[in-house]
C-alpha cells in the first residue's frame, strides 16, 4: 500500500536519512523502532508532505502510496489521498474544545454529514472524548490528549496512519490502552506505521518491525523475532556500539548500526 524506497532525507546539507526501504500493509501495525536521532520523526514528515516546513527535504528515492508519488503532493493532498499523521508531542488546539479538534480533522476531506458520522465513531473508540467533549483540549490529561490527536487523525477516515511517539510521557496504565486501540485500528483494515521508543509495548502489538540506527534500516523482520533481540535490547538502551550477536536468522541485517 505505502512503499518507501531508497529513500534519502537532509535538512540542508546534514544527512538525516540515509537510503530507506519499506513497506506497510493494511491490517498490519508496522513498528519504526529506534534510539532519538535515529531519524523515525524527519521519516514520517517526509511521507506525510510536512518535511519542507522544517527545513528538510528529500534527495533521492521514492514513496508511494497506492502507486501515487506523494514526495510531489502537497501535505493536504496526501491527507485526502488517505494518509494521516499523529505528530510528535500530540501537538492539539489547546483553545479549542474536543468536538472542535475532532471536527479540524475532517474538515479538508469530507461533508458535514460524513464529518458527523465519523465524529460518532471516533467517540465510540474512545468514550473518554465523548464525556470532555465540550471542554478545552488544553485540560485534557496527556493521555487524552493523545486520544484525541488520534482520534482527529481518525475523522480523515485514513487508509494510512502514522503515529509518533505515542506512548511518550503518558501513564503506563493509558499507554497501554492507546497500543490495544491502536491494534484495533489496524485490524479494521489501516494500515499503521508506529513509530516508538518504547520497544516492548511496539513488539505486543506489531506484525512487522523496523529497526532504524543512523538513518538506515539495522533491521527488519517478523515482531516476533525482534522479542529477545540482542540489538533491540541495545537500540532501547541507547548504547553507540555495534551489535555483536546476529538479532534473529529470519530479518535481514544491513547497514551500518552505529552512528554515534
Ligand atoms: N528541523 C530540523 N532541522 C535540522 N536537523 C534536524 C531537524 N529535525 C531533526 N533533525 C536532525 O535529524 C536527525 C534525525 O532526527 P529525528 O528524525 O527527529 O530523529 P528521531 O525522531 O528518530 O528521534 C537528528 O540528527 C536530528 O538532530
Ligand atoms: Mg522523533
Redo the contacts with the bound molecule.
Keep these: 500500500m505505502l512503499n518507501v524506497e531508497s529513500l534519502a532525507v537532509q535538512y540542508g546539507t546534514a544527512d538525516a536519512i540515509n537510503g530507506i526501504s519499506l513497506t506497510i500493509d493494511p491490517g498490519r501495525v508496522t513498528a519504526l523502532l529506534g534510539n532519538n536521532g535515529a531519524g ?2 524527519t521519516l514520517l514528515r517526509t511521507l506525510s508532505g510536512t518535511i519542507s516546513m522544517h527545513g528538510g527535504q528529500a534527495v533521492r528515492g521514492s514513496v508511494r502510496l497506492e502507486g501515487r508519488d506523494l514526495l510531489r503532493t502537497p501535505p493536504d493532498r496526501i491527507v485526502r489521498a488517505g494518509l494521516a499523521q499523529v505528530p ?1 508531542g500530540r501537538r492539539v488546539f489547546a483553545s479549542l474544545t474536543v468536538e472542535e479538534n475532532l471536527h479540524a480533522g475532517g474538515l479538508s476531506v469530507k461533508s458535514r454529514k460524513d464529518i458527523e458520522r465519523s465524529m460518532a465513531e471516533v467517540l465510540e473508540m474512545f468514550p473518554i472524548l465523548r464525556e470532555r467533549s465540550a471542554q478545552s483540549a488544553g485540560l485534557l490529561s496527556g493521555g487524552e490528549q493523545q486520544m484525541l490527536a488520534i482520534g482527529r487523525a481518525l475523522m480523515s477516515t485514513p487508509k494510512v496512519l502514522l503515529l ?2 505515542p506512548s511518550l510521557g503518558i501513564a503506563p496504565m493509558v499507554a497501554k490502552e492507546i497500543a490495544a486501540t491502536v491494534r484495533t485500528i489496524a485490524d479494521s483494515g489501516v494500515a499503521v506505521l508506529l ?1 516508538e521508543q518504547n520497544t516492548r509495548l511496539a513488539l505486543g502489538i506489531a506484525d512487522q518491525v523496523y529497526a532504524i540506527d543512523g538513518g538506515t534500516i539495522a533491521a527488519e523482520g517478523p515482531a516476533a523475532d525482534f522479542a529477545d533481540s540482542e540489538l533491540l535490547r541495545r537500540l532501547s538502551l541507547g548504547g553507540g556500539t555495534r551489535a555483536r550477536t546476529d538479532p534473529g536468522s529470519a530479518m535481514r541485517q544491513g547497514g551500518k548500526t552505529s552512528h554515534d
Excluded: F
Aim: cysteine-free; aromatic content about 0%.
Design positions: 523515525k520523526t510528535e509518533d511517539e513509530v
